[in-house]
């Protein structure tokens, strides 16, 4: 799911010198419909605009035709990565967008083709089929955005809006998550849904369900890098 959330992430809205601002998290989950049995994917970012949810279905939609067999990995990963807010190339010991994201869409197909089940990914190759489709017949992708809007200067993050929304396990996340993030899934018991924590800590946290906002004034903690981990997930 962390494959998923990055290839989902993107830059939304063009500025006045031309750059694009950063969602700062994407995070992905799976729903299952309790009487039909389908899936449709759960997404949260840190920040909405009226763009952001065209483009994660745009997105989808080429990740799916690359899961199904339709494109290829390669291909699709050039045209994602210019816009993924992933550095452009490796540093720090991890890869390059184009690379990583060319990764995690070739980990995607595997998973899809059955390559993973005896790591544990028989569930998901059950869920990408159900989302996703077949070469001879994709599906229109399902999903529902779950974005929080902020409550005065405070920011729900994505990955803590999904758990408080009861988006089952595992919770997919573009950038390893906050400290705030991993005490908030620590006090509803989910850690091991999420892939770990930088540890920063940022001004305007805000907690899902009381609407505290954290008296953090600077931002505390190891340094963070666009892509923090080489996680496979």
């Known amino acids: 799911m962390d494959s998923l959330a990055r290839l989902t992430h993107s830059y939304t809205a063009e500025m006045a010198n031309g750059e694009r601002p950063n969602p700062v998290?994407?995070?992905?989950?799976l729903q299952q419909n309790n009487v039909s049995k389908n899936y449709r994917l759960a997404i949260a970012?840190?920040?909405q605009d009226a763009q952001q949810h065209a483009d994660?279905?745009?997105r989808l939609k080429l990740v799916r035709d690359v899961v199904v067999g339709r494109t290829s990995s390669a291909e699709t990963a050039a045209y994602l990565a210019p816009d993924s807010?992933?550095?452009r190339r490796s540093h720090h010991g991890n890869l390059g967008a184009?690379?990583?994201?060319?990764k995690d869409l070739r980990k995607l197909r595997s998973t899809y083709d059955g390559n993973d089940?005896?790591?544990g990914g028989a569930r998901l190759k059950q869920?990408?089929?159900n989302v996703f489709g077949t070469r001879e017949e994709p599906k229109p992708i399902n999903a529902v955005n779950l974005t929080m809007p902020p409550a005065g200067r405070g920011v729900v993050h994505g990955e803590t809006a999904l758990l408080a929304q009861s988006v089952p396990s595992p919770i997919g996340v573009s950038k390893l998550s906050c400290g705030d993030c991993d005490d908030y899934a620590s006090e509803v018991g989910r850690n091991s849904d999420l892939r770990g924590t930088h540890g920063q800590r940022f001004p305007g946290w805000q907690h899902p369900t009381t609407g505290q906002v954290s008296h953090?004034?600077?931002i505390t903690g190891a340094p963070q890098y666009a892509n923090d981990s080489d996680s496979d997930a």
Not at 25 to 29: K, L, R
Not at 98 to 102: E, G, K, N, P, V
């Open 85 to 87: 807010g992933l550095p």
């Open 98 to 102: 184009q690379d990583r994201l060319a």
């Open 127 to 129: 869920a990408l089929h």
């Open 216 to 218: 953090n004034r600077v």
């Open 25 to 29: 998290v994407t995070a992905v989950g």
């Open 56 to 58: 994660d279905l745009a």
């Open 117 to 119: 089940d005896e790591r």
């Open 45 to 47: 970012h840190n920040t």
